[in-house]
């Protein structure tokens, strides 16, 4: 046989017909494609040892309990707790993406620590007469802010600022009737799981100006005109007629007497989105206190901790007089805006801000230092709007911090001079001491009475998976309720700007800021909303860049046009660079960029 | 014409050749276990059952290939003078060194198994997935594709799969037909969430 080009050909053609006849093509094309599953780059899960552990969530004061899978300790998923009688099982979006916050790329990583800590003590030590050191707490209620309120007792003139601590809590599962003032009842205002449990045996109202997902949800809207909220209170308050309180919010007579009624006829509440809002006083009008409203309930503390500072209100602070301000930012919180601190600095004030994110007080701060992130540190967690009962709940810490992080309330002990110790233990020892209410370990969801608890025990079930719940007791009324002033708000401005929603502060898991934003779910940040007359008439285009203007500044931003704004409204998203601008109640003007 | 003929058919010899002998062997890689276990002298001599070393945890976990803990509880000192005793004790007991283990059964990491729900909900013995590892009496050269990254095991010892005994291959393909025959369902977030 010769070799030829045919015969090498028919060879070739033999090669190829004779391997489909083989295993070998048909398993390449399978490993081929199992190949490409990986690829170098593709996230491999981790393999080990699988356990699971338990904490708290800290992102919010609802405090969720939470159940981490862990492989090799690292925690690869969240969940809630069944057993728990307050989250009852559930955990919000955020937290349940909670354990990506510690590798968040826009965390802050490092900071200049000794020389921050050296400014801070030359300001203690230099300090004129009657300048103050502060700490400004945006979470209080902890026990880190017992922590700084010994700390500021124990320094001359310290100072512990606070925002305003509601002194009630809801019980919602008593009420027939929930009127709420813009409260997002069902997007973050209290315990998810507390909230949607409670939310058959009651009636929600909703009164805002814009159709929120609360709203949305609830079983009445009312959609006011901006700014009327007072006359709808006034109205169902009898001091003042439906008919001109149904003229002033742009609605109709009928729905507000329904509303009256409503709140009338059964155990009732009335929420509002500022807690501190003087809206809820009404609470009072409808017998809601003692009942519907109780007071809240702090777990018990050591007797030697009660000497410490009380808590003041930036406002109440003044002008000019903190030489030194140390800002614990570590929690989302109440933010206080920064055009009501700036003016109660001292010439040459020391501002050290101890946060996560560059977004918040790192802008106006002298140092910002990395502070640890959730799940990164044991902290507790105070009781949230809704938590009747008190409670002690750690947040045990499932992961070593990824970055070098300075705890805000071991530095502010060290320059107080307080005597070294750890603080949960000191109080959760207390509140063994004192043997009042229950265990829940959620292990084995088992409920044991403190008293049949040793200490050991009761510190190592609150560190391993466990709350301590105190009696429910008698209810009582809350005492004498402080609401702050209404905000009078300038009226050349044409736009009522209307948040729109409470962004949380602090970092939030890359996978939700794209799932919230690029869904449009949530409003991005640097963006605001506008009805379509407001957008005609000042030129807007839909996605058009915009510059919003309100009395504390300017803020370019991205337009979106939405039939559901009503005309005279602008929605924007909020957030610390929002805050700063506009306050609880502003009026703005947008244009055309 | 007949030289072309030779010619297709010798193409033809020469590709089924390499696709069914060649293949196979060059597909493969193989590495040593750590340690040459024999889970028959360990049955035999010792008396233990597979649950004793592969167990379920307080929280009903799978824990798989037991950690050198548990061989050291007995295995504090050579218990024999075989060479693979020596060199467990030499080289991981003294030293509180983890043998690195190849697992056979390691699935894809795009699927989620639970031992729980085979051995203690559906009664299935370890047989029925693993062979009779139990009475080997020595630990089988690992054997893995480098191109999928899999062991031999999973896709089944053949590689054609003709002729494959019942649960000889880990594949999805054999879960399924399992889950078939014993009327369960067999949906995909079963596995693969």
Redesign the interface.
């Given at each position: 046989m010769k070799t030829t080009r045919r015969n090498l050909l028919k060879f070739v053609g033999g090669t190829a017909a004779g391997a489909l006849l083989t295993p070998a093509p048909w398993r390449l094309i399978t490993d081929t494609a199992l190949w490409s599953e990986n690829w170098p780059g593709i996230p491999r899960p981790a393999r080990g040892e699988i356990r699971a552990r338990f904490t708290h969530c800290t992102l919010c004061p609802a405090g969720c309990a939470v159940r981490a899978r862990c492989v090799n300790q690292q925690p690869v998923s969240l969940s809630g707790v069944k057993p728990h009688p307050i989250s009852q099982g559930a955990l919000c979006p955020w937290g349940i993406a909670g354990h990506h916050l510690p590798y968040h790329p826009a965390r802050v990583r490092q900071g200049p620590v000794k020389e921050a800590l050296a400014a801070v003590s030359r300001a203690v030590a230099e300090r004129g007469a009657g300048e103050r050191v502060a700490v400004l707490d945006l979470r209080p209620g902890r026990t880190v802010s017992w922590t700084y309120r010994r700390a500021m007792a124990a320094i001359d003139n310290g100072l512990y600022l606070a925002p305003p601590q509601p002194a009630y809590a809801v019980d919602l599962a008593a009420a027939q009737t929930v009127i709420s003032f813009g409260a997002p009842l069902f997007d973050g205002w209290g315990t998810p799981g507390n909230v949607f449990s409670a939310r058959p045996t009651f009636k929600l109202i909703q009164i805002e100006p814009v159709e929120s997902r609360t709203a949305a949800l609830a079983d009445t809207w009312l959609p006011i005109r901006p700014g009327s909220e007072t006359a709808i209170a006034a109205a169902l308050a009898g001091e003042m007629t439906l008919e001109d309180a149904a003229r002033t919010a742009g609605v109709d007579e009928a729905s507000i007497g329904a509303v009256k009624e409503a709140a009338e006829s059964g155990p009732a509440v009335v929420v509002a989105a500022d807690p501190a809002s003087p809206l809820m006083r009404l609470n009072a009008k409808f017998r809601a206190l003692g009942h519907t409203v109780v007071a809240r309930r702090e777990a018990p503390v050591p007797e030697a901790w009660k000497k410490a500072a009380a808590a003041t209100g930036v406002s109440a602070t003044p002008d000019g007089a903190i030489r030194a301000l140390l800002i614990d930012e570590s929690l989302a919180g109440g933010y206080v805006p920064w055009r009501e601190i700036a003016p109660k600095l001292a010439a040459h004030a020391v501002v050290v801000v101890f946060t996560s994110t560059g977004e918040g007080y790192a802008r106006h701060a002298s140092y910002a230092l990395p502070a640890p992130v959730f799940p990164e540190t044991a902290e507790d967690i105070g009781p949230a709007i809704d938590t009747t009962p008190a409670v002690f709940r750690i947040a045990a810490p499932l992961v070593a911090p990824v970055v070098p992080v300075v705890n805000p309330g071991e530095v502010l002990a060290q320059i107080a001079g307080l005597a070294p110790g750890d603080a949960l233990r000191e109080r959760a020892d207390a509140i063994h001491k004192a043997g009042r209410g229950t265990l829940l370990s959620y292990p084995d969801g088992k409920t044991t009475p403190v008293k049949q608890v040793s200490a050991d025990d009761f510190w190592k079930t609150l560190n391993q998976g466990g709350c301590w719940i105190g009696d429910a007791g008698k209810k009582e009324a809350p005492g004498k309720l402080e609401f702050a002033a209404a905000e009078p708000s300038p009226d050349e401005l044409p736009l009522a700007v209307v948040l729109a929603e409470a962004r949380r502060e602090g970092l939030e898991s890359p996978l939700m800021a794209k799932l919230d934003r690029e869904s449009n779910l949530r409003m991005a940040p640097g963006r605001v909303a506008l009805s379509p007359a407001d957008a005609r008439s000042n030129g807007i285009e839909n996605g058009g860049r915009c510059v919003l203007e309100t009395a504390g500044g300017r803020l370019s931003a991205v337009a979106r046009i939405d039939p559901g704004i009503p005309p005279g409204v602008v929605e924007v998203a909020g957030g610390p660079q929002v805050a700063d601008l506009c306050g609880a109640k502003s009026r703005a003007r947008v244009v055309r960029a | 014409m007949?030289?072309?003929?030779?010619?297709?058919?010798?193409?033809?010899?020469?590709?089924?050749a390499?696709?069914?002998l060649a293949?196979p062997r060059i597909?493969y890689q193989t590495r040593p276990e750590p340690v040459d276990f024999s889970h028959k002298i360990h049955a035999e001599k010792a008396g233990a059952k597979c649950e004793d070393c592969h167990s379920f945890r307080d929280?009903g976990?799978y824990?798989g290939i037991p950690a050198l803990d548990k061989c050291s509880g007995c295995h504090t000192v050579a218990m024999g003078t075989t060479a693979a005793e020596k060199n467990f004790i030499d080289n991981y007991v003294t030293p509180n060194r983890e043998p690195a283990w190849l697992s056979y059964a390691r699935q894809?990491?795009?699927v989620y198994f639970s031992h729980a729900a085979h051995v203690k909900l559906g009664h299935l013995k370890c047989e029925q997935c693993h062979g009779n590892e139990g009475g080997a009496t020595g630990l089988r050269p690992y054997q893995w594709?480098p191109?999928?990254?899999?062991s031999r095991d999973i896709w089944g010892r053949p590689?054609?799969?003709i002729g494959l005994r019942t649960a000889g291959g880990m594949k999805m393909d054999d879960c399924v037909d399992c889950h078939r025959r014993q009327g369960l369902e067999y949906s995909c977030l079963g596995c693969h969430k």
């Open positions: - | 007949i030289g072309g003929k030779i010619a297709f058919a010798s193409g033809m010899l020469v590709a089924l390499g696709g069914w293949f597909l929280d976990t824990a894809p990491e795009n594709d191109i999928s990254g899999y590689v054609d799969r």
